[in-house]
């Protein structure tokens, strides 16, 4: 079975700091991993995604993210924090045929001024 | 915007009534996805339907169902209703190319399901 933790529900950093967001997978089978970003009542849009390409994927909104085999993680970083990176961000994998997305509980982003 | 489109927007009712969730996806976008979001479970996958056929169920009640029409829109239908059920409903759909990459699920707005 696959499954994902991220840790930490709540995260907070200055506006112009680094953000990382942490995640971490289980899976019997080389995973696909997702991050999705959701801001208040909306849908989730893609932010990247690992597909066993390149272990470090960038994504959108200066947002990049490494897969790491041997820590079995899939962290998401940003150099620099924006007002507008605040959002909940979840973490996702996939495995084999099964194209449904397994999420994790999902990290709060609170950027300070 | 995403590209896939949900109504209604909102949704309130009772318990033991039945609703209906409609969902269009992307042009072009064969497989359609139901999840569900609480606070409790989290995000949670219900079912898959390619095509018009199901293809996978996840955590779905057998109170609930879904079926894909053949101009490939989703319902998902949910009877009995229980407080618990309220919810947010995604939809989501993708290409579904079989035989490659995990194809990119494009999420629509969410239709928010509030049980009295």
């Known amino acids: 079975a696959q499954s994902v933790t991220q840790l930490g529900s709540h995260v907070s950093v200055s506006e112009g700091a680094l953000v990382l967001l942490r995640c971490n997978y289980s899976?019997?089978?080389?995973?696909?991993l997702f991050w999705y970003v959701q801001y208040p009542n909306q849908g989730l849009q893609l932010l990247l995604k690992?597909?066993?390409?390149?272990?470090l994927v960038k994504g959108i909104n200066g947002f990049e993210a490494e897969f790491k085999k041997s820590e079995t993680s899939f962290h998401l970083t940003k150099p620099s924090a924006h007002m507008s990176d605040a959002a909940e961000y979840f973490c996702?994998?996939?495995?084999?045929?099964?194209?449904?997305?397994?999420f994790g509980s999902g990290t709060q982003l609170t950027v300070l001024p | 915007d995403s590209g896939v489109t949900q109504t209604p927007k909102h949704l309130i009712t009772a318990t033991g009534q039945r609703v209906t969730l409609r969902c269009s996806p992307r042009?072009?976008?064969?497989?359609v996805y139901w999840y569900q979001q609480s606070l409790d479970q989290g995000l949670q996958f219900l079912i898959q339907?390619?095509?018009?056929?199901?293809?996978a169920k996840g955590n779905i009640l057998e109170r609930f169902s879904a079926q894909q029409f053949p101009d490939l829109h989703s319902e998902l239908n949910l009877s009995s209703l229980e407080l618990g059920d309220s919810a947010l409903y995604f939809c989501?759909?993708?290409?579904?190319?079989?035989?490659?990459?995990?194809?990119?699920?494009?999420f629509g707005p969410g239709t928010r399901l509030t049980v009295l």
């Open positions: 339907y390619y095509n018009g056929e199901e293809r």
């Open positions: 996702a994998v996939m495995t084999g045929s099964a194209r449904q997305l397994t």
């Open positions: 989501a759909s993708s290409r579904d190319t079989s035989g490659g990459p995990a194809d990119t699920q494009y």
């Open positions: 899976s019997s089978v080389p995973p696909y």
């Open positions: 042009s072009g976008d064969l497989s």
């Open positions: 690992y597909t066993s390409a390149a272990t």
